[in-house]
C-alpha cells in the first residue's frame, strides 16, 4: 500500500499546527492505520532524546506518543536551538552540527534537502500515513528561497495541505484569504481546506463568514476547532506568556513552587507535572518577586541553551539575591541541567563551546565545577533517588561535564535497562537535602518520585501526606485530540484529501 501523506500548515506561530497535526495522528491511529508525524525543521529549545540516543523536538516526540510509537530522528531531521538572539546551535539528524547565524544557516541549508527528502522517504517506507508539519508561515516571501519545511516539503511529493488560522486574536478572514494570496499559483493548488482553531462562542455567527471566505478562496473549511483550556499539550518552544503573565497569587493551602524564567530557558516540560497536581501552584518568575513573604515551598532553576550568560542574567536582573534570600530562610532550591550548573561555584569554557567568557563564578550553592566541552550527551537515564526511595525515568542532554566534591553525596544512582544499580551516579545534593540537582529531564514525570518530594515540603509545612497519582494528561490529552476530529472535522472531506489529494 502506498504511503499517503497530508499537511499542516498555518497563517503564523502558535495558530495551533503543532495540536492540529497531534490530532490527526491520534485520529488516524484509532482508525487502525499505521501513522507518523515529521516535520523537517523545528526551532526549538524543548527537545526529546530518541531511543538511539539522538535528539529531537519535544512535539514531535509528543506526536509519535499520539501515534503509538517510539520517536525517530527521521521525524525531525533538523532542529535548531537558540542560542542567544543571533545564533542556534544546528542539530542534524539528532546530532549538534555546530553554532550558527541566520546567514551562516541559510548558506548551509542546501546541504539539507536531500536528507529531508530521505527521512520523509524512510518514513514513507514504514507508515500507513505521514502527517507533516510546517512552520511559522509559508507566506514569507522574504524567506521563500530558504524554504526546506513549508511548500517546499509539500511540492516533494504533491501533498495536500490543510491551513490553520487562530480566530482567536481577530482578524482571521484576512491571515487565510492574504496567505493564500502570497503563495506561488502551484502552492495555491496544494492548498485543500482550512481549519480554524480556538473558536469560542456561537458557531452559527460564523457561519455567513465561512461562506463567503469559501466562495473567495474556493477552498472548504474542513472544520471550526473550539478552544480549549488547560489541554494537556506539551509546549513546543518556550512557556507561553498566559502562564507567566496572568499567574496565580500565592495560595497558603497549597505548595507554592517558583520557577525563574530564564532567557533561555530549555525544556519547560519538565514543570507539567507539579502544574497537574492538585496541591501544587506553579509560579513561573519573569521577575524577581518584590517580597519574600510568603516564601515559597520550592525554588526551581529549570534547564538553559545558554547556561553562562543566563548565569549572568540572575546577577544582573536581582535573581541571584532572590535565591540567596530564600536560601537563607531554608527554602528547597532544585537545578535542572543548567540550573543544576548554576548552583555550583565554577563554569568553565575554555574552547568556548557555550560562550564567549571562559570562565564564570556559578552561585556556590553546591561544591561543583562544570566544564562545557565539545561532545553533547544525548541519552535516556533511569535513576533510583538516594533519599525518597523512589525510580525515575528521563533524558540527558548537556554540554557540560560536572565534578562534584567527594564530600558532596549524588541526588540519584542510575540504574540499567533491568532495573539494577549500575555504581553510576547522577546529580548532588547538600547536606540535608536542602539543595539538589540532576542533570535528569523528566525526573518529575515519575508519580512515585514527585509525590514522595511533594510529600517531604508538605511534611515542612505541618501537613499529613498524600498518595502518588499516575498522571493521566497525555491520556486524557490524547482522547481529547482524536475527538476534536471526530466531532469538529468534515470526515468524509478529510478521507478525500488524504486518499485523493483533494
Not at 487565510?176 to 452559527?204: C, M, P, Y
Not at 503573565?245 to 525544556?267: F, G, Q, T, W
Not at 548552583?343 to 562544570?370: C, I, N, Y
Not at 497525555?474 to 470526515?491: P, Y
Request: charge should be negative; charged fraction near 25%; aromatic fraction near 8%.
Amino acid at each position: 500500500m502506498t504511503c499517503r501523506r497530508i499537511m499542516v500548515q498555518g497563517t503564523g506561530s502558535y495558530v495551533g499546527k503543532s495540536v492540529v497535526t497531534a490530532a490527526l495522528c491520534r485520529y488516524f491511529r484509532e482508525e487502525g492505520l499505521r501513522v507518523a508525524p515529521f516535520k523537517a525543521q523545528n526551532m526549538s529549545n524543548n527537545s526529546f532524546v530518541t531511543p538511539d540516543g539522538r535528539e529531537i523536538s519535544r512535539a514531535q516526540a509528543f506526536q509519535a506518543a499520539a501515534c503509538g510509537i517510539e520517536p525517530a530522528v527521521e521525524m525531525n531531521p533538523v532542529l535548531l536551538k537558540p542560542s542567544s538572539d543571533r545564533t542556534s546551535q544546528v542539530v542534524v539528524l539528532g546530532k549538534p552540527v555546530k553554532p550558527m547565524t541566520a546567514r551562516e544557516y541559510h548558506a548551509y541549508q542546501p546541504q539539507l534537502t536531500r536528507l529531508i527528502r530521505e527521512s520523509l522517504e524512510r518514513l514513507s517506507e514504514q507508515y500507513d500515513i505521514v502527517v507533516i508539519e510546517g512552520a511559522g508561515s509559508p507566506a514569507e516571501v522574504n524567506l521563500r528561497e530558504f524554504d526546506i519545511v513549508n511548500m517546499a516539503v509539500a511540492r516533494m511529493d504533491r501533498t495536500p495541505v490543510i491551513l490553520v488560522a487562530d480566530i482567536n486574536p481577530g482578524g482571521m478572514f484576512a491571515w487565510l484569504v492574504g496567505t493564500l494570496e502570497l503563495l506561488e499559483e502551484d502552492e495555491r493548488s496544494l492548498v485543500k481546506a482550512f481549519v480554524i482553531n480556538k473558536f469560542r462562542g456561537d458557531l452559527s455567527l460564523l457561519e455567513r463568514g465561512i461562506e463567503w471566505l469559501e466562495a473567495k478562496t474556493g477552498k472548504r473549511v474542513l472544520g471550526v476547532l473550539p478552544f480549549v483550556p488547560d489541554l494537556a499539550i506539551q509546549e513546543e518552544d518556550a512557556i507561553p506568556e498566559t502562564k507567566w503573565k496572568n499567574a496565580k497569587p500565592y495560595d497558603p493551602n497549597k505548595i507554592n513552587v517558583e520557577v525563574v524564567l530564564l532567557p533561555h530557558i530549555s525544556n519547560s516540560t519538565d514543570f507539567d507535572s507539579l502544574e497537574r497536581e492538585p496541591d501544587v501552584i506553579v509560579h513561573y518568575l519573569a521577575r524577581v518577586p518584590s517580597s519574600l513573604e510568603p516564601p515559597p515551598d520550592l525554588l526551581i532553576l529549570p534547564g538553559s541553551k545558554s547556561t553562562i550568560a543566563d548565569l549572568a542574567y540572575l546577577r544582573s536582573e536581582g535573581f541571584a539575591e532572590h535565591i540567596y534570600r530564600c536560601h537563607d530562610r531554608k527554602v528547597p532550591i532544585a537545578g535542572i541541567c543548567g540550573g543544576f550548573q548554576m548552583l555550583g561555584k565554577h563554569l568553565l569554557d575554555p574552547r568556548g563551546v557555550e560562550s564567549d567568557q571562559k570562565a564564570a563564578e556559578g552561585l556556590g550553592l553546591l561544591d561543583l565545577t562544570t566544564t562545557f566541552e565539545n561532545g553533547k550527551c544525548t541519552e535516556r537515564a533511569r535513576a533510583r533517588s538516594i533519599d525518597y526511595d523512589s525510580e525515575v525515568e528521563g533524558y540527558e542532554i548537556h554540554m557540560g561535564q560536572t565534578q562534584a566534591s567527594e564530600s558532596i553525596p549524588p541526588m540519584f544512582r542510575l540504574l540499567n535497562e533491568h532495573g539494577r544499580l549500575t555504581g553510576r551516579a547522577d546529580g548532588a545534593r547538600s547536606e540535608g537535602g536542602l539543595v539538589w540537582g540532576t542533570y535528569i529531564h523528566g525526573a518529575f514525570d515519575a508519580a512515585g518520585f514527585r509525590r514522595n518530594y511533594l510529600n517531604s515540603l508538605r511534611c515542612r509545612r505541618g501537613w499529613q501526606p498524600l498518595m502518588p497519582r499516575e498522571d493521566s494528561g497525555r491520556a486524557s490529552a490524547f482522547n481529547t485530540l482524536s475527538t476534536l476530529v471526530r466531532n469538529h472535522f468534515d470526515l468524509n472531506l478529510l478521507h478525500r484529501i488524504v486518499n485523493q489529494g483533494g
